[in-house]
């Protein structure tokens, strides 16, 4: 038995789409840019400690690219969700660790960190939500 989303309020249907849009498209280029800067990004994941960076920076940026692509067209959302709070939930205190940077890079490390940090309240929600039908979705899933 499928459940769909259903809301209260005229409108909260497409509001709903605009915003898994909006949200699936920002994660979705944010794994594209592992792949046009992959060296670049290689070099900070390699600062930061992360074993076989090349390897992670790839698997990270498929993992946001799916993750994206996913939330915004309504297709396998609870994977989809779930690979980005991965990603946000080990990669925001692993790579934007305000406290233990130099003073002249707390500031932009800080709102690094704040931005995932939102991001990944958001991908939460998509998550919570990703066991019932979405309105506008392609509708492939788990359940």
Known sequence: MSVTL???TPGADVAFL???????????????NHFMNTDQMTGYA???????????????GGMLIFGGLGIAAGVFPALAAGAVAVFLLVGTPLFHDFWAVPED???SEM???LKNTVMLGGSLVFLAL???SW?????????
């Open 105 to 107: 890079q707390q500031q």
């Open 46 to 60: 390699e600062m930061k400690g992360l074993p076989a960076p090349r390897l992670g920076v790839v698997f990270s």
């Open 6 to 8: 259903q809301f209260a």
């Open 111 to 113: 709102t690094s960190f």
């Open 135 to 143: 309105p506008y979705a392609v509708g492939l899933g788990l359940f």
């Open 130 to 132: 990703s066991g019932v």
């Open 18 to 32: 605009v915003a898994r849009v909006l949200f699936g498209a920002v994660v979705a280029f944010m794994g594209l």
